[in-house]
């Protein structure tokens, strides 16, 4: 990846970070302004899934960037945390990191409400909390 970047002659746009403990991924995250979600519906569990990296990207306050997929749709759009793109699309997902690296306004916006979003939902106290209530428990 580090050489494709160097090719392609983005050494002063694009940076990888070296990988962090768990514990510490939000924290670190939180440097970023945007996570991409880079699935496709290659299975059908792909399609309708919620990766942790994308709760990880809330906590953090990013703006999501995922496919449109049946699963990740009505969270991102749902909740406007973030844009979706066509999977499997380049351009497509190129278009939507270009709308948002242009348009500062909005992409503080998003930020901020994936943050609050997942302090007031999408956390593990609030989601127990539902899950015991779906279970009868």
Known sequence: MRRRIAGLG???RVFMVEPVPMADL????????I??????????????ALPNKLFEYLMAG???????????????EGERVGL????GRADS???VLEQLAS??????????????????????PEQARELV???GL
């Open 103 to 124: 348009d500062g306004r909005l992409l503080a916006e998003l930020r901020q409400r994936a943050r609050q979003a997942a302090l007031d939902r999408y956390n593990a």
């Open 26 to 33: 939000v924290e670190a995250a939180r440097e970023a302004d």
């Open 35 to 48: 996570g991409v979600v880079p699935y496709t519906a290659c299975t059908p569990c792909n399609a309708y």
């Open 10 to 12: 983005v050494l002063a």
């Open 62 to 76: 990013l703006a999501v960037v995922a496919p449109r997929l049946p699963g990740l749709t009505p969270l991102v």
């Open 84 to 87: 979706t793109f066509e999977p």
């Open 133 to 135: 209530a779906a279970w």
């Open 93 to 95: 997902l190129a278009a």
